[in-house]
């Protein structure tokens, strides 16, 4: 089935239109699944539209550009950068949060959309929608946090002058994780520093698959043993060695992570055992636990830190300034 075939898409009020571009605009690829091919390079525009759209049961404002390839439609949203932002932090932890951890998330979240925008200049979309970037799920319709993305303005997060790649992930327990161990690049502004919010959902966890689960994810068959073979410097799990009837195979625990899923096996902090026909997974934190940890944020928030100490503390070699 072809993508998007699914959509139920209404259009409330729609013009074709030729786009304004801006400096304080970005491109959102609107991706239900991070795993489902992204918009090719020969698409073909079908057209604009200016107004607002339903997909999927979310309200996306702005421009529409409507393309098509061989895996169907692709929807690319151009809408003000700040008018983004509130929608990923609707997405991303709501409005119940501290208001000092929501001016946290808009900063971050405003700086995270600058740097790769600035990498994917002259591209028919900046960023996606997914959490592979950022979640980003259409309109906000909150005014407290409209309220915190006004509070910080124009506010991002600098080394050198330039927009950090401002990494953050749900919670962690120990220390945040250093890039390196995850994706073998380093910045020199992404330090290993107490995750705080130990007290979130996310503070233990247990996931079993069946052993077959597992070799369909990862391409295998006759599993019969799991074991952690190597750990980071803040002690997650690195890699992991799978033994089957024939073979060995070493895995990255940020690919066991992809291969398995991001929602099924929340974090890299884990020990693995199989009982019986169960791969067992126990293990704290979810997201890859660099940068700054949400659940921490909001820790700190309701401990009294204002949004910038929260900043300093997650990313402490950068300068907050207005952009």
Known sequence: MKRFQYLIILILTCLFVQSVRGEDSIKVLIVEDPNAPLLSEDAEKLGSLQGDIFINGHVYSGLIDIRKDKDGLHFIN?????NYVEGVIAAE???????EALKAQAVVSRTYALYIRD??????????????HQVYKGDNTSEKIHLAVKGTEGEILTYQEQP??????SACKGATELPEEVWMESYPYLRSVPCRGENSPYEYW?????????EKALGIKGLNDIHITSLTSTGRVKTVTLSTEDS??????????????????????FTV??????????????????????????????????????????YPETVLQKQ
Not at 119 to 132: A, M, W
């Open 93 to 99: 932890i709501g409005e119940d949060w501290d208001m």
């Open 248 to 269: 060995e195979l070493e895995v990255h625990a940020a690919d066991l992570r992809k291969l398995i899923g991001y929602e099924e096996l929340p974090s890299t902090h």
């Open 164 to 169: 950090i790649r401002a990494f953050y992930h």
């Open 206 to 214: 247990v996931r079993r698959f069946d052993i077959e689960e597992i």
């Open 78 to 82: 151009e809408l003000p950068l700040d």
């Open 273 to 314: 055992s199989i009982v019986g026909r169960e791969v067992i997974f126990q293990g704290s934190g979810n997201g890859h636990a660099v940068g700054l940890s949400q659940w921490g944020a909001l820790e700190m928030a309701q401990g009294g830190s204002m949004y910038k100490e929260i900043l300093k503390h997650y």
């Open 119 to 132: 990498q994917n200049k002259g591209k028919d979309y900046h960023i996606t929608s997914s959490f592979l």
